[in-house]
Each structure stands twice: as C-alpha cells, then as structure tokens.
C-alpha cells in the first residue's frame, strides 16, 4: 500500500455560515455536494465548486472549548494572484505572514481563519506580492 496524493482536511467549526464566508472569499472554494450525514457541514471544492473532489470538509456545531490546535500545523494550497490575495486580507484586517521560501523562490502566505486553523497559500516565485 502507498499513499498518492492528499484526499482532504476536515476542519471544526462553532460558526458553519462565517466559516463559509471565509473559505469561499479567500481560497475561492465553494459548498458542493455532501453525503446527508446527521451532523452539519459543509463539504468545499476548488475551481468554483467544479472540482471533482471536495478538498476541504467542515464539521459544524461543534462547541467553541473544542477548537484546539491538534497536532497538525496548518494547511496548504497552491494559489495564483499573490497581490490580489495580499489585498484581500489587508482589506479585511486578517493578520498574515508573506515568506520567500530559501532557494526555491516559491512565496508562501500564511493567515488563520474564523476558527484558528492555520492557512497555507503557495504562489509562483515569479509572481510580485
């Protein structure tokens, strides 16, 4: 057995609409299609919810004492429009960390969303932030 990509990051959330809000205005991913469990979520998509596969899963209703930083540090997505992603944040007063990555050139920006998970874009070396 050997593992070939990664399938999804499943987040707890106490605000399931805010959550939303926020996934969909900063990685432009979209609520799709969700199996009718008997917990709410939301199950998100790249490519304006076109993506075959979800690639962020939201438990909702979850108690805010419960929204701890397990042992995962953050998660990361590959992104294009460094400078548009950059104002975005600004416009909204989100706390962020833009770095060059040593040797590679990649840029890589860092902010958290509504429930403390950590975000991870990487952009095109190329690209001027």
Do not use: C
């Not at 008997?38 to 929204?67: M, N």
């Amino acid at each position: 057995m050997s593992v070939t990509a990664v399938n999804h990051f499943t987040i707890l959330t106490d605000d399931l609409p805010a959550t939303l809000a926020f996934y969909e205005e900063h990685l432009n991913l979209k609520a799709g299609a969700r199996p009718p469990f008997t917990f709410p979520g939301a199950w998100l998509y790249a490519d304006a919810g076109r993506g075959r596969d979800p690639i962020l899963h939201i438990v909702a209703g979850i108690q805010k004492e419960r929204l701890v930083k397990g042992v995962i540090d953050h998660m990361a997505f590959s992104g294009a429009g460094l400078a548009a992603a950059v104002a975005k944040l600004q416009k909204k007063d989100i706390k962020y960390e833009l770095r060059r990555l040593p040797a590679y050139g990649t840029w890589q920006l860092f902010f958290f969303d509504p429930n403390g998970a950590k975000v991870e874009i990487d952009f095109d070396p190329a690209e001027q932030p």
